[in-house]
């Protein structure tokens, strides 16, 4: 079989690479013994698989015991024979992802608020790590990524942008180096935050307009570390060009257009929407359906091809979001749509006529006789709906 990618959490794996041919007994052994638990093969570079009729029917719940070692021809064959259970499997890896990663990126702050040197190789591990799962499913990964809590936000958007620039990446098909830079940028964006007072970084309230001027270092002071660090060029230009605006009004260097690149103009675009979804001490997060669609309306502020992109690979109504449907039932989208941005999966909770709950159930909207259609988002703030992720986690 041809290895395509190693799975596993945290793991130093003994091989050069992370692609090859598997042909001796001994590196099975040597898999196993490193504490990889899955592996994605490439059916086309191996020979072909001789497998065991299965039943592919979906189940709502997680096997009792996993095998030692799982072999996934595909994250797309995944996808459309375990398509039942996929995302709730994907959800609680994705969670274990965020929890193992905070400590790490909590570390990496320290450091540099302590002027230490940051080893930007560091982070690959943790990049490789959220590229699987973006890779096995993306919809899970940032559903997971939008649900911080207000200690562990500065760590947290972290880890929530470079999942969302590795999903740009790929959705705009750049090189397998470009992906781990976008990665690495997004990890390591705001690191210039590390260097700014605490007292204006931890304000809980709006910041005085003096306070903005501060934080608007933060870019530059990012950017001065990583460069000390022998961090790449590219991920230094992350972090001091991530504010920039295609009209030129952004910060620190009021760059124009072209003049800001490819990945400082998805970072833009990352940064902003992650951090608006989030909920913060001083402000409700925004609905992801209403942030696609009050992104699209700031007119110079974001490259618009590769804004595109993003509400593609987001969707109109990305998981999470709060929907009206014809039917006049409210529902949480799940799932996002396979064949169209606007038939999303969706959870039905709440009937609009008689304003009560209703028995929960699930309307794949893509489905072929499906009736249902969606009238448009709802902004959850006007119905105080209590614990509305666990609709969608």
């Known amino acids: 079989m041809f290895i395509q990618k190693l799975g596993g959490s945290w793991i130093t794996h003994p091989f050069l690479r992370s692609s090859f041919l598997l042909k001796d007994p001994q590196d099975i052994k040597r898999i196993i013994e490193a504490g990889i638990k899955e592996v994605w093969i490439d059916e086309e570079k191996g020979e072909p698989l001789v497998t065991e009729s299965r039943p592919t ?4 719940t997680l096997p009792e015991k996993v095998s030692e070692t799982t072999i996934n021809s595909s994250p797309k064959e995944e996808k459309k024979n375990t398509a039942g259970s996929l995302m709730e499997i994907d959800i609680i890896r994705a969670r274990k992802l965020f929890k193992d990663a905070k400590p790490q990126v909590m570390a990496m702050y320290k450091d540099a608020r302590l002027g230490k040197a940051i080893d930007p190789q ?12 973006v890779q096995r499913n993306s919809a899970a990964m940032l559903s997971v990524a939008r649900l911080k809590n207000h200690d562990d936000y500065t760590y947290m958007h972290s880890v929530a942008v470079s999942a969302l620039m590795i999903s740009l990446a790929r959705q705009l098909n750049l090189s397998e180096e470009q992906v781990k830079l976008a990665g690495m940028g997004g990890l390591m964006h705001d690191l210039g935050k590390a260097l700014m007072p605490l007292e204006v970084l931890n304000k809980p309230g709006k910041l005085s307009d003096a306070e903005y001027n501060i934080m608007k270092k933060h870019p530059a002071a990012g950017a001065k570390l990583l460069e000390r660090s022998g961090a790449p060029t590219e991920v230094v230009d992350i972090a001091l060009h991530h504010h920039e605006k295609i009209n030129g009004f952004g910060y620190p260097n009021q760059l124009k257009g072209d003049d800001i690149s490819i ?3 998805m970072a833009a675009i990352c940064d902003v929407y992650d951090a608006v979804t989030s909920e913060r001490a001083y402000k409700k997060a925004w609905d992801p359906a209403g942030t696609i669609r009050e992104m699209s309306k700031w007119e110079g502020h974001f490259d618009k091809q590769i804004f595109n992109a993003f509400v593609k690979l987001v969707g109109i109504y990305p998981v999470g979001s709060l929907v009206r449907l014809a039917s006049q039932r409210l529902a949480a ?3 996002p749509g396979t064949t169209s941005l606007i038939k999303p999966k969706v959870k039905v909770f709440f009937s609009l006529r008689s304003k009560e709950q209703i028995p929960m159930q699930v309307i794949d909207l893509a489905l072929s006789g499906c ?3 969606i009238e ?14 666990t609709l969608w986690q």
Do not use: C, M, Q, Y
């Open 57 to 60: 029917e979906p189940t709502s």
């Open 376 to 389: 448009g988002p709802e902004d959850p703030s006007t119905w105080h709906f209590k614990h509305l992720e």
């Open 371 to 373: 009736k249902e259609t």
């Open 263 to 265: 990945l400082s103009r």
């Open 122 to 133: 560091t982070t690959l591990a943790l990049v490789n790590e959220i590229d699987l799962l």
């Open 333 to 335: 989208v799940i799932e």
